[in-house]
């Protein structure tokens, strides 16, 4: 997530990808998609069969993950500093209000969600939105800033951006940042380790599926970089650019590179300028599907694995894969 745009209303965390607080569910379905209506496909015909709005009404929609257990996504709205699942079908179920302005989700092995919230914490909770525990929220005694999104790797190590959006005034406080850096950061066995701190705006995370690579996406320079995991000793280790992400035709009004997410196939599924851009393994571009308002995260699922959730301003949207 980065700025939204009021004016129009922000395993691996992709698909082969303090105390407790408002735990109660609350389901607010209906039972039917709000709206069918299709949209373009863009440049990408040959991998995608439809685009449709799926649900609106929200404020600023972000960090969806498929919920396995339950057939279900789980997806953020920040800005209403609400937790929410949502059906392929459409079916709405609040999970947290008050819920510490989450982000980005994925998960654990077991079933349990990660959470990053702009309350400058890094949480767990269930898919029902019970059992909400804090991980932690601070590096070598220093408070984080407002951890974005994060990605699980194989052997449930999880990893997270860190810029400072959530106290530049999307999220509880307004405050100077700490840590004096934006980090992307490790945790593993309870422990956490910083990564890199070099990149202005590190904001979307994933994981490649031979778990060697990290992909983050840079909002600020408009740019996806890669860390090379099997270097990474305990020191930092250099983010590599990767790719630059060009407007996309047809797209609206929107800021740089936000979520992005790995596909079965090795190929990068990125937000940016205008919609999302589709990657293949070396950096070059695929397609890209046009939205009309910034696309801040994705997340692959559905029961046969072909469908994405688009969290997309005030709206979630589908993609439905050929």
């Given at each position: 997530?980065?700025?939204?745009?009021?004016?129009?209303?922000?395993?691996?965390a992709?698909?082969?990808?303090?105390?407790?607080?408002?735990?109660?569910?609350?389901?607010?379905?209906?039972?039917?998609?709000?709206?069918?209506s299709a949209?373009?496909?863009?440049?990408?015909?040959?991998?995608?069969?439809?685009?449709?709005?799926?649900?609106?009404?929200?404020?600023?929609?972000?960090?969806?993950?498929?919920?396995?257990?339950?057939?279900?996504?789980?997806?953020?709205?920040?800005?209403?500093?609400?937790?929410?699942?949502?059906?392929?079908?459409?079916?709405?179920?609040?999970l947290?209000?008050?819920?510490?302005?989450?982000?980005?989700?994925?998960?654990?092995?077991?079933?349990?969600?990660?959470?990053?919230?702009?309350?400058?914490?890094?949480?767990?909770?269930?898919?029902?939105?019970?059992?909400?525990?804090?991980?932690?929220?601070?590096?070598?005694?220093?408070?984080?800033?407002?951890?974005?999104?994060?990605?699980?790797?194989?052997?449930?190590?999880?990893?997270?951006?860190?810029?400072?959006?959530?106290?530049?005034?999307?999220?509880?406080?307004?405050?100077?940042?700490?840590?004096?850096?934006?980090?992307v950061?490790?945790?593993?066995?309870?422990?956490?380790?910083l990564?890199?701190?070099?990149?202005?705006?590190?904001?979307?995370?994933?994981?490649s599926?031979?778990?060697n690579?990290?992909?983050?996406?840079?909002?600020?320079?408009?740019?996806?970089?890669?860390?090379?995991?099997?270097?990474?000793?305990?020191?930092p280790?250099?983010?590599?650019?990767?790719?630059?992400?060009?407007?996309?035709?047809?797209?609206?009004?929107?800021?740089?590179?936000?979520?992005?997410?790995?596909?079965?196939?090795?190929s990068?599924?990125?937000?940016?300028?205008?919609?999302?851009?589709?990657?293949?393994?070396?950096?070059?571009?695929?397609?890209?599907?046009?939205?009309?308002?910034?696309?801040?995260?994705?997340?692959?699922?559905?029961?046969?694995?072909?469908?994405?959730?688009?969290?997309?301003?005030?709206?979630v949207?589908?993609?439905?894969?050929?």
């Open positions: 997530m980065r700025r939204p745009f009021f004016a129009k209303a922000a395993v691996a992709g698909v082969v990808l303090l105390s407790a607080c408002g735990s109660g569910t609350q389901s607010t379905s209906d039972g039917e998609a709000s709206s069918n949209m373009s496909v863009g440049s990408c015909g040959d991998l995608v069969k439809e685009v449709a709005e799926l649900k609106d009404g929200f404020k600023w929609t972000e960090g969806p993950a498929w919920d396995p257990s339950l057939n279900r996504w789980v997806f953020s709205d920040v800005m209403g500093d609400t937790e929410f699942a949502i059906a392929p079908s459409g079916e709405l179920t609040t947290r209000q008050k819920a510490g302005y989450p982000n980005g989700h994925a998960v654990l092995s077991n079933g349990t969600f990660v959470v990053a919230q702009h309350d400058r914490t890094l949480d767990t909770t269930q898919g029902n939105g019970e059992g909400f525990a804090l991980l932690l929220d601070t590096y070598e005694g220093k408070k984080l800033n407002s951890p974005n999104d994060v990605s699980v790797g194989s052997d449930d190590s999880i990893y997270f951006t860190d810029p400072p959006f959530g106290i530049q005034g999307f999220g509880p406080e307004k405050a100077e940042s700490a840590l004096g850096y934006s980090g950061f490790k945790v593993s066995n309870g422990t956490i380790q990564l890199n701190k070099d990149l202005a705006t590190p904001n979307g995370v994933a994981i599926n031979d778990q690579t990290l992909y983050i996406s840079d909002t600020g320079t408009n740019s996806l970089y890669t860390l090379d995991l099997s270097r990474f000793q305990g020191v280790v250099t983010a590599e650019k990767f790719a630059e992400l060009m407007p996309i035709d047809g797209g609206g009004e929107s800021h740089g590179p936000d979520g992005l997410r790995v596909a079965t196939d090795g990068i599924w990125a937000s940016g300028k205008g919609g999302i851009n589709v990657l293949k393994s070396d950096g070059a571009l695929t397609c890209s599907i046009p939205f009309p308002n910034h696309v801040a995260n994705l997340a692959f699922g559905g029961t046969n694995g072909k469908e994405i959730l688009v969290t997309s301003s005030d709206k949207y589908t993609i439905n894969l050929k």
